[in-house]
């Protein structure tokens, strides 16, 4: 029967993934394939990094939302210090896209762990991972599940207050007056900062009773913030050089200003490059990014400036967002059109690689294999519109591809699907490619039966995956083993987990398999570092 010839088809028998293999622990994963479980601080990593956000193919956001927060407090009650070590760490290093795990992870440390979790939460916590007036206003709105308004939240809050210098906290008030449903003004109400000097009475005067600080120095940007919004009939001149001589942010400017070139040239001139990158399809629409002209040049001239991008903590994936939105020419919610400016597009690809931690080349015979099955075609990272996590992971290889002298791409899904990626191309061509792929069944042992069969010799395998493998007649790892037999090459596994289950394909007890977070800004440097030949 033709039907039976297809069954095998010819390849490496061994376990089937919809048995566990002998002898070895391992738990189903959620389409029934055996896996192993993930260690329980590696699947924290996963939810400081990916977070939860757009749900995954097999569990809506709630759902995995809900796993991995009771995970978390499973963490937290257990070794809370370690959480806390671990959220400061990811938060310090910026590897994670976007800071709302974090902050969660941290007030949910310092409402339910134990006297020193809590302690070290609220102390050196708070300060580290809470770097601007928005966070702390989110992590306000989180705090509030966990445990009430004591001493000690209130200590920590207003030591956050009374250890900024008073400058740069009337820059976080200007620039974040509201978020996430709390206002500085109800903070300072339940932390009562103490005012140790003239200047920050003032401050905080302004904030809790709206009284417009009069001379001292340092609240200038208060003085112009207010000056700004009595100036709505103000001539175009005037209000330019008040944006520029008070270094007004882009939040404090009344929106019927936003519509001029000119202000977006005085907010450009000390524009923090986050805000930079976020602003690029504004400041085209708006008329002020045109090919060749002066403020097109000074934006390209910081995107390529690598210590800036690393000093401004800018995420690769907050420039991957940026590049898809703004080489679409049109926003995702119908905020109006505009005309990509091409070397724009082009800086931004630069910068996306740039964004990542320096990555020493391992020199490596690395083989990439991307699940491209159905599963990965679903859900968001970090919720950027389209950046499904196999969109994200052949973004991801390119860094590999582009770093390291001996890498290549393969593609799977329950077979090999052909997908060319080469170093000199432009990363939206390679997604765009990735995105029409037909959905399939998983089986991920086949990045090292490819290997097999074609006899490549390879030293690291780097599989980019949910985890969700069941389709196979052997297993990830048992096909590894098989390779490293047959070609006597000790060759490594890498994981670089697309989702934040509690899934891996590694063999948590083989230490030539590592578990890694997909969109991890360090995840380039941690394959090339574990995949440094040892030694001798
Ligand atoms: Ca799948």
């Known amino acids: 029967m033709e039907l039976f010839r297809k069954i095998f088809r010819g390849r490496a028998s061994g376990t089937s993934q919809l048995a566990a293999q002998a002898g070895r622990d391992q738990v189903t994963n959620s389409a029934g394939g055996f896996v192993y479980a993930l260690e329980p601080m590696d699947r924290v990593d996963r939810f400081l990094i990916l977070g939860s956000e757009g749900g995954t193919y097999y569990a809506t956001e709630r759902a995995l939302t809900l796993e991995g927060a009771l995970h978390l407090a499973t963490m937290v009650r257990e070794n809370g210090m370690a959480v806390v070590e671990r959220v400061i760490a990811i938060s310090e290093a910026a590897r994670a896209p976007k800071v709302a795990p974090a902050i969660f992870a941290l007030a949910m440390c310092a409402g339910f762990g134990d006297e020193a979790t809590r302690r070290l939460a609220l102390g050196r ?119 520029r001589d008070a270094k007004l942010p882009r939040e404090a400017i009344p929106s019927a200003w936003l519509r001029e070139p000119d202000v977006w040239e005085a ?103 991307l699940d491209v099955s159905g599963s990965m075609s679903t859900g968001t990272l970090a919720g950027v519109p389209g950046l499904t996590p196999r969109v994200a992971a052949v973004a991801m290889a390119m860094t590999h591809v582009r770093s390291e002298a001996h890498a290549d791409v393969m593609a799977f899904s329950d077979r090999f699907v052909p997908l060319a990626v080469s170093r000199t191309e432009r990363l939206g061509e390679v997604m765009r490619r ?47 083993r098989r390779y490293r037999e047959r070609t006597g090459l000790w060759a490594k596994l890498v994981v670089v987990g697309m989702t934040s289950t509690g899934f891996t394909i590694a063999d948590p007890n083989d230490p030539g398999m590592l578990d890694v977070v997909g969109f991890d800004a360090a995840a380039p440097a941690l394959v090339a570092d574990f995949s440094k030949p040892a030694a001798a």
């Open 267 to 369: 907010l450009l001139e000390t524009m923090p490059l986050t805000a930079l990158i976020r602003n690029l399809a504004t400041m085209t629409r708006v008329g002020l990014l045109t090919p060749k002209s002066a403020a097109t040049r000074l934006v390209i001239e910081r995107l390529h400036d690598a210590e800036r991008l690393c000093k401004a903590r800018v995420h690769p994936i907050a420039v991957l967002s940026a590049l898809e939105t703004y080489r679409a020419g049109r926003g995702a919610r119908g905020s109006g059109t505009w005309k990509p400016v091409d070397e724009v597009v082009e800086a931004l690809d630069d910068a996306f690689y740039s964004a990542f931690s320096a990555a020493e080349p391992s020199g490596a015979r690395t083989l990439i294999g």
């Open 434 to 480: 990735t995105e029409n792929l037909p959905f399939e069944r998983t089986d991920c042992a086949l990045p090292m039966l490819y290997a097999l069969e074609r006899r490549l010799a390879i030293d690291t395998f780097v599989v980019y995956t949910d985890n969700e493998t069941w389709a196979g007649t052997i297993h990830p790892d048992e096909a590894l």
């Open 125 to 243: 916590g708070l300060q580290a991972v809470c770097r601007t007036g928005s966070h702390l206003l989110l992590f306000a709105s989180y705090v509030e599940q966990f445990r009430g308004w004591g001493r000690g939240l209130r200590s920590a809050v207003r030591a956050w207050y009374e250890n900024k210098p008073v400058g740069q906290l009337a820059y976080q008030f200007v620039k974040y007056q509201n978020r996430f449903g709390f206002t500085h003004r109800d903070l300072m109400r339940l932390a009562h900062p103490v005012a140790s000097d003239e200047a920050r009475a003032a401050l905080y005067a302004w904030v809790v009773r709206g009284t417009v600080p009069a001379d001292a120095p340092e609240l200038g940007l208060v003085r112009a913030f207010e000056a700004a919004k009595g100036l709505a009939d103000a001539d175009l001149e005037s209000f330019v050089a008040l944006v």
